[in-house]
């Protein structure tokens, strides 16, 4: 859990450095940058999100078969 933690701490702060570069450099106009950028930051969100949608399921069937009554075979 801790390293899914620490990549999307991470990748959160690696959007937000490339933002800030990103105004800096930009040769577009401020409102197309802004618009470029909210449209990446809402990208980045849904894959953030996805990712722990995706992982959360993963450890919930984890959890689940920790939890149900093993089988022993005994002979």
């Known amino acids: ?37 909210r449209e990446r930051a809402i990208s980045i969100r849904n894959e953030v999100q996805s990712a722990a949608s995706a992982r959360r399921a993963d450890l919930e069937q984890q959890l689940t078969q920790l939890r149900s009554p ?3 075979n005994f002979q």
């Not at 197309?32 to 950028?37: C, F, K």
């Open 70 to 72: 093993r089988k022993h």
């Open 1 to 37: 859990m801790r390293r899914v933690f620490s990549f999307l701490l991470g990748a959160v702060a690696g959007s937000l450095v490339g933002a800030v570069i990103a105004l800096l450099l930009a040769p577009a106009s401020g409102v197309n940058t802004r618009e470029q950028l």
